[in-house]
């Protein structure tokens, strides 16, 4: 390769890396939108360019988005969760265990798809995002995500503590936004609801267990679909040390998974 091939294919992969960060600015989670239904992941190893094996991701799979493919601008590095064989009706993932490449074609960042309108209630309590994007449909029957944010009761309930003093469990569940205490005036998501014209559900208490210092800030969260049977809910909560990411997958109305990384400020 020459010289001036070497600065060409600089450039355009410079671009392309840059477009990519933009594009994912606010949060680094990523979906599968193939209107095929699935995308093929590249597993390698040691190696990037040995492929060992090929993953299958449906359409609405999630992922967390790492950066562009060494030597490739048609492909993203990225990290996903292990599945279980046997489907489950909730999961949560607090660690991604498999990577490998996708093409960043059958994709789409999840924080860029049409996003709902988010308000918030009159007790200010609770948030409450419409899907507005289709103005034909009436009012009452758009699409809705509600989070209610209530001052939390965990310091009644039971905890135990590491080698370090820093709470471990709550009520034998990780508790995240928090450390050594329970700050004053703590807060966390009592529940989350999804209202669908024919469906409606309550997310499962796993979904939400130990959610501390949610964020009301509309710049700190979102709701968005590739289509009706296809919703993310994501959440920029704590600060600090404490800060974290959590992301909801919401298929054809009810909560099925949840992925939640520490992301310190």
């Not at 606010?26 to 992941?41: Q, S």
């Not at 800060?243 to 997958?249: G, I």
Request: net charge positive.
């Amino acid at each position: 390769m020459t010289f001036i091939h070497k600065a060409i294919y600089l450039s355009i992969f410079s671009i392309f890396s840059f477009s990519l960060i933009h594009a994912q600015k606010k949060v680094p989670f990523g979906v599968v939108k193939a209107t095929e239904g699935y995308a093929m992941v590249r597993v390698h190893k040691e190696d990037y360019r040995k492929i060992v094996d090929k993953i299958r991701m449906k359409r609405g799979d999630v992922f967390v988005y790492v950066k562009p493919a060494p030597g490739e601008t048609d492909w993203i590095w990225i990290k996903y969760p292990e599945k279980d064989d046997v489907d489950k009706p909730f999961v949560r993932y607090d660690s991604l265990s498999k990577e490998g490449m996708v093409n960043k074609d059958r994709i789409a960042f999840i924080d860029q798809l049409p996003k709902y309108t988010p308000t918030k209630s009159k007790n200010g309590k609770s948030i409450i995002f419409t899907d507005n994007n289709n103005p034909k449909i009436p009012t009452a029957q758009r699409s809705k995500v509600v989070i209610d944010i209530y001052p939390s009761n965990a310091s009644y309930r039971k905890q135990e503590k590491d080698a370090d003093g820093n709470i471990k469990t709550i009520d034998k569940i990780k508790p995240w936004g928090i450390d050594k205490e329970l700050p004053s005036g703590m807060t966390e998501i009592k529940s989350i609801r999804v209202q669908q014209p024919g469906r409606g559900s309550v997310f499962v208490r796993e979904a939400i267990k130990n959610m501390f210092q949610p964020t009301m800030d509309f710049e700190n969260m979102g709701v968005t679909s590739i289509d009706d049977d296809h919703i993310f809910l994501y959440m920029i909560n704590g600060s600090g040390t404490n800060r974290y990411t959590s992301l909801w997958t919401i298929k054809e109305g009810k909560v099925i998974s949840q992925i939640i990384l520490k992301n310190p400020e």
